[in-house]
């Protein structure tokens, strides 16, 4: 099995980049079966900027431009996709953003037919959402960001595309143990990514 991790975040020091590689090293330690590919948006210099031709791509006037192309090969080859970021104003950062808008297509990701009905495309992928925030629970919850965030991301994006999302986690500065207890929970969401796979291949072999 292979997981997608896809990072947002230009600093390769920070928070979010040692959460990415603790994700990976649980991956890595579920099974020798089990593998990850990092993609480190900032680092690989993807171009977030919706233009022309992805206008063109989504009214089905052309084909997906080289590096569409290949983010979709990327995501074809995973089994899981797991996204790390901070959160920005509530939401993704502007980079992850633009890689969403570019990257999940129609045609792709989803599709409207001639009648206007929609397809969804993405059944088989499972989404593992990870966010580092600054602010506190009390503030997530007292003004509803939590339940926005997962509308507008978990249920917005990835369902109006019928990628299920298994895993979705905000870890805040205000958490006990900041920052090395994100540490060990970034390992633990890593190590379950594909342990129901694991435990269904047990089940099978034992049957």
């Known amino acids: 099995m292979h997981a997608l991790i896809v990072v947002a975040h230009p600093d390769p020091t920070s ?86 808008d570019r990257v999940f297509t129609q045609g792709w990701a989803y599709e409207e037919d001639a009648d206007g009905k929609l397809i969804k495309k993405l059944h088989r992928l499972p989404i593992h959402l990870i966010g580092l925030g600054g602010a506190s629970q009390r503030t997530y919850v007292r003004h509803g960001y939590s339940d926005a965030m997962k509308t507008q991301i978990d249920h917005g994006i990835f369902g109006y595309c019928g990628a299920r999302v298994a895993t979705s986690e905000l870890l805040l500065a205000s958490d006990a143990g900041f920052p090395d207890a994100h540490l060990d929970t970034a390992r633990e969401i890593g190590s379950g990514i594909f342990a129901s796979h694991a435990a269904t291949q047990a089940e099978a072999i034992e049957a």
Do not use: C, M
Not at 75 to 92: E, G, Q, T
């Open 15 to 100: 928070l979010t980049h040692a959460v990415a590689a603790q994700i990976a090293e649980g991956i890595a330690a579920s099974g020798s079966q089990n593998t990850f590919e990092i993609a480190d948006l900032a680092a690989e210099s993807f171009d977030p900027r919706f233009t022309l031709a992805d206008v063109a791509l989504h009214l089905k006037e052309a084909e997906p431009l080289p590096d569409v192309a290949a983010e979709h090969a990327r995501i074809d080859r995973a089994d899981a996709l797991v996204l790390v970021y901070p959160v920005y104003w509530w939401s993704f950062p502007g980079l992850l953003k633009g890689w969403i």
